[in-house]
């Protein structure tokens, strides 16, 4: 890989359904090697040959870069953007290298309050999740569990993945949106600018949204319901009933502390719905089976010789555990929404590359609160997007991560590529179980949006699963497929492209 | 002593927090007259504690908290001679009352409606999700007041159960007070949840999405209960009526007030902003006013069905508005303007009345049309007929204009019924079969009859010779084989009576609302199996007349070349595959007209089920009848169509023909877009990744995750 002033070199690893950019960037002394920065390395969790896939991905980058990174950049906490940190195979690998600094969001930051009380919120709803998926799998819902282990495959202990990945740098910095334009040490002719996720009085209200509004949908073709409620809010007493009901061991599993379950109980008691009075413990409830037809009739408690009881169909016992996985896609939505999007700027030809890591509707919103300036010109985001040559398609290509007027419609330069780090087999796989035990898959690429790239890069759109297309699409125009295709060029593990 | 006809209960009349105010806490009490159940037929156990009655149980389990809350006993001297518990938010007993009484509410309002019994949608599957080899009768709706810690709730059609929820009022952020909000005190939502079990029992394939009217159709008709039938509660209205000084458009106030229906009922329903809402900038309620690009945009199941709703309420207060006039008018000296001031009792008691009426009338209405829809598929515009032409069987002179008011109201919301020439009445009512496939119909079912009913009544007539000619037997001989000729022939009498009430070769039992449920019910599947038979038999062996019966009743049979390979087919090698059809309900409905005439259907549901596939190449080759690859399977749905056949049962005709063909090409490239998420029409799944819907297994639960209070991305995920 190599960089000349004015030419950006980006490699799209091909791994699976994960993200992993390395950038060759214009260094400062014209005969150093390039400016190596690289943005997230993972995998989604259990893909096939996970391990041996990370290590061929991690030792490239070694290699590429002879040991030595100039910039790491760890866009948010979730699997398939971390998991090259968590074998140790990978990992004596990055310890063996340099790297001289990271980059994450201020999300990540350990010394700011807000950052803090996120985390500590998410983990606590990621526990309770973990009860949740269990007890589903052992009730035989398998259904709803396969659709909360597909989603908590996001999420999967990364944490320790995130602060093995942050340690890794000689320096680190914690970015603000509205940061920059940024010039790195060593770098010349680019320059970055921090576009989430927001920080602000709305905070809150942006981290939120995951999802495209009702009306005047900013994204294509969705038109749902904003999430009014934050996160701890109208799930906390989901949360709470979880930790407080869980088993020595799923404590010792999901490393549950006494505290947890103290601060667990204490807001359960205050919201029993009735005096103790009325209550008949479901122990009693079988004891009076005897004397009184009612539960068994009703609630199919049969003694234990009879096997099954009649009305066993309609028994409840897990039903309200359904509301985990309405939990579990707010904690996800709101994980994609911590990402740290950046945009970087070829200074000499002004052109934009942006990588918005897998940032939702409310972390897109957010980016066009903020104004730049660079040589007393003042920046825009409009400007940005203008000036964008390449987008580094959010979050897989799915419905929710890309605004259609606030975002791709403002991506007008005719010079436009789109890249999407996916695996449709992977992708495919995930979803929730159906009655022939196939999965019903996540819809990734999401079709309209993927149609809306076509049409707007003149179908110079790159897949990692399926690599560069062999042959031009049929809609292409031949002359600026050509002249595309001998700015990309491909191997088994990478997509590799120029831009000036 | 001849058993009451009510049993009075106590409900709250609106949300238990309006008894914390001074202004409607004397207000916030209604009395209800629910049905008195005592002895509830052969082998059924008597009414009793739960409430458990014939058509509901109440089993009140807490699975967050472990627990059961002790069941009522509606019973116990003590509450018959108070009207049940005293509303009370802390007594899980009340609830257990009140979510029992106003389900009986919205069983009657149904029933009485559509003139026979409800029976709840049957059960498919057993305890491991297989198949049953013949559909489950479920006697009782199952109802579950504390089930789940969170403002939702939902009817499950797994279960054939209501699950209702409960949560701290400080976990939502319009309402910050202490205690507990609990779903099952509000009788809106009680109604609304009702309304989609009996919906699913009537429609089963209305959980289906196979287009974006489906579902909000089901939230929409919800919700128009819930609303029509609290205002055709006597006092509910009165209160309103009296504030309202002089000015009697109705239109804002009324609509204010379904508004704040909606209100209580959270993002639950359709109904919240349907009508309407506050201005922040005035501080003052404005209604919505209609716009018929509306519905071009809208696809969310709540938003698209608010506007079904909103032109519901439309008619209502025309209904409203017409049957008052005269009493303006009288209370004005002639002018219609009505003094400033106060306005004499008497005059709010009439008004009340009106509007009362006026809600029961349109209610009715919208019950009756349920027995006139396209058995899959329905579109808001397939409503809109099939109510025009149930009202129009029933009430031939619309001397009031209710079916304007309706058609006007439709139209100014731009819900247009498709391929319709013109937006009139006439034009409205469905078709009806062509002279020579209503004949053949009539032909065949008469044919059936006649082979049926020809054999027993050969047979008797062939024993009584046999016996009379033996005149050559010793009479005591004689005797005992005469009494064995006369047990036979009884016997046969009676097989040949039962017959010959039957139509056609159909049982046709009372299916009035006093007949045994359970009866009715197996009637029905024995009557689907007589027409599954008749068609799969006589139709398919006449090969003449298929190309007949696929255009005119939308679905194939027969054995033409052109059939799409991609309909199912039953059959065996010997006698040959043929397209399979499956009668999904046969029902008699009865119902009475203002003026006195009693009209009677025989309703038959026909489905037929086509392979849709998402790539319109594999499409055509499944088309074709050609072999298609191992994971064709993955890209498929299923693709319904059919019909829905009223006849009149006394003459075997026709009148008219609802269908959905199932060799629509245009339908099924439009369901494909649906299916698929994002569609030309700019319409978004509903549960996930559509790929994922397949028979009965939309996600397990459709309704819970439709009336999450916080609509996140749960219905839809694309991580």
Partial sequence: ?500 | MIAPRYRRLRVYAFDPIFSRRLRTASSNVVTLRVPWEEKLGDGLADFGKGPVGEYIEVVDYDPSNECFYEPIDLNDPHLIAQDGLAPSEGNPQFHQQMVYAVAMQTIKTFERALGRRILWSARLRDENNRFLNKRGYVPRLRIYPHALREANAYYSPRKKALLFGYTPASSRQDEKRPGMIFTCLSQDIIAHEMTHAILDGIHRSFTEPSNCDVLAFHEAFSDCVALLQRFSLPGILDHEIAENFGDLSGDNRLAKMASEVGKAMGKHGALRDALGQMNPKSGRWEPRSPNPEDIQKTFHPHERGAILVAAFFRTFVEIYQIRTRDLRRIASGGTGILQKGALHPDLVSRLSKEARKAAEQLLNMCIRALDYCPPVDITFGDFLRAIITADTILVPDDDLGYRIALLESFEQWGLYPENVTSLSVESLVWPTASKEAGKLFQDLLREFYQEESGAVGGGLQSIQKMAANRKNVMPEAKQPMLNQVEKVASGLEKVRSRKTQQFYGLLYSEWDTRSDRKKVFEEMLENQETINSLLTTSFARQENISRQIREQFGFASGSENDIPGSIRKSGSKVKGHYPAIQVNSVRWSSRESPDGDVVTDLIVEITQTRMGYFDEALQRKADKGEPLGKDAKSQSFKFRGGCTLIIDPETAVIRYVIKKDVEDQERLRRQRAYRSGGSALGLHSTYESCHALREDEIGEEPFGLLHKNDLSGSDLYFP
């Avoid at chain 1, 576009?195 to 005047?216: C, F, I, M, T």
């Fill in chain 1, 1 to 500: 890989m190599n960089a000349t002033p004015n030419q950006i070199t980006v490699r799209m690893y091909r791994q699976g359904l994960g993200d992993c950019f390395l950038l060759a960037l214009p260094p400062e002394d014209p005969e150093a090697p390039p400016f190596f920065m690289l943005i997230d390395c993972g995998l989604f969790y259990r893909s096939s040959r996970e391990e041996e896939k990370l290590l061929e991905v991690v030792s490239d980058i070694n290699e590429t870069t002879a040991g030595h990174l100039n910039l790491l950049v760890l866009t948010h906490e979730h699997y398939d953007h971390l998991s090259g940190f968590r074998h140790d195979t990978t990992r004596a690998i990055w310890e063996a290298m340099t790297i001289d600094r990271v980059w994450a969001a201020w999300t990540e930051d350990p010394r700011d309050d807000l950052a803090r009380t996120l985390r500590g919120s998410r983990a606590r709803m990621q526990q309770a999740l973990g009860i949740a998926a269990q007890r589903l799998q052992a009730a035989d819902k398998e259904s709803s569990a396969f659709f909360l282990n597909s989603l908590l495959g996001f999420s999967d202990r990364v944490r320790g993945d995130l602060e093995f990945a942050l340690g890794l740098g000689r320096k680190r910095d914690f970015l603000q949106p509205g940061d920059g334009p940024l010039v790195p040490d060593g770098t010349a002719g680019v320059q970055i600018y921090t576009l989430g996720p927001p920080k602000n009085e709305n905070l809150k209200e942006y981290l939120r949204r995951s999802d495209p509004s009702a009306v005047n949908s900013e994204v294509y073709e969705h038109q749902d319901a904003a999430q009014p409620l934050g996160f701890g809010g109208p799930y906390e007493e989901l949360t709470s009933s979880l930790l407080a009901m869980s088993t020595g061991q799923e404590r010792a599993e999901l490393g549950i502390t006494r505290d947890d379950i103290a601060l667990a109980k204490r807001n359960l008691r205050d919201s029993l719905p009735f005096d103790h009075s009325f209550t008949i413990p479901l122990k009693e409830a079988r004891k009076r089976v005897k004397k009184n037809q009612f539960y068994k009739d009703y609630y199919g408690f049969a003694p234990s010789d009879r096997g099954v009881a009649e009305d066993n169909w309609r028994r409840i016992e897990n039903d309200w555990l359904a509301d985990a996985e309405a939990m579990a896609l707010q904690l996800d939505g709101h994980v994609n929404n911590t990402s740290l999007a950046l945009a970087i700027e070829i200074k000499a030809t002004g052109h934009v590359l942006i990588f918005p890591g897998d940032a939702q509707v409310g972390n897109l919103l957010s980016w066009h609160q903020y104004q730049w300036s660079s040589n007393d010109k003042t920046i825009s985001m409009a400007d940005l997007f203008r000036r964008t040559i390449f987008y580094k398609v959010g979050h897989h290509c799915s419905h929710n991560a890309t605004l259609r007027e606030k975002g791709l419609e403002l991506m007008t330069h005719e010079d436009l590529v789109a890249f999407i780090p996916v695996s449709k087999e992977t992708a495919a796989k995930k979803g929730r179980k159906q009655p022939d035990g196939t999965a019903s898959g996540w819809q990734m690429p999401f079709a309209p949006l993927y149609q809306a790239l076509l049409e707007r890069t003149k179908h110079r759109v790159i897949q990692s699963d399926d690599g560069i297309p062999s042959r031009k699409p049929a809609d292409a125009e031949a002359e600026i497929w050509k002249e595309f295709k001998k700015k990309v060029r491909q191997t088994d593990l990478y997509v590799e492209i120029d831009l000036a």
